[in-house]
């Protein structure tokens, strides 16, 4: 078991930036793969915005790329999203993800892959 929860969230002007922060809790081996998933206003479904996995692959979203980085610090088991250059369209509630299992893929796993999930947290970006 683990446990997941995210900060950072808030509002901003696009073009702004945000750091989003998941700290983690609990079984280190749940935590193989990680990963941030996004819910915009409307959407049925979570879309898988980056990910990264124990040896440090990473794979992010066409949407986000060049704009987005992920990172974790092992140390302090926490996973961060960096966001820069923010849109409206990247207005959603943000969330944590992880699974025991390895990110393998070269893109970020559907949201049915992880078994474990943060509460969320809301980022609004006004155009």
């Known amino acids: 078991q683990v446990q997941l929860a995210e900060s950072g969230g808030g509002s901003v002007e696009a073009g702004g930036s945000l750091r989003l922060s998941c700290v983690t809790s609990?079984?280190?081996?749940?935590?193989?793969?990680m990963a941030w998933f996004r819910q915009a206003p409307g959407k049925e479904r979570r879309e898988g915005v980056a990910?990264?996995?124990?040896?440090?692959?990473?794979n992010y979203a066409d949407s986000v790329k060049g704009r987005f980085t992920i990172s974790r610090d092992k140390a302090e088991n926490t996973l961060f999203l960096q966001m820069n250059s923010l849109k409206a369209e990247d207005t959603a509630v943000y969330y944590c993800?992880?699974?025991?299992?390895?990110?393998?893929?070269?893109?970020?796993?559907?949201?049915?892959?992880?078994?474990?999930w943060g509460q969320g947290t809301q980022v609004n970006v006004s155009a």
């Open positions: 993800a992880s699974d025991r299992s390895s990110c393998g893929g070269n893109s970020v796993r559907p949201f049915n892959f992880f078994a474990y």
């Open positions: 609990g079984s280190r081996t749940s935590t193989a793969c």
């Open positions: 990910s990264i996995g124990q040896s440090g692959i990473i």
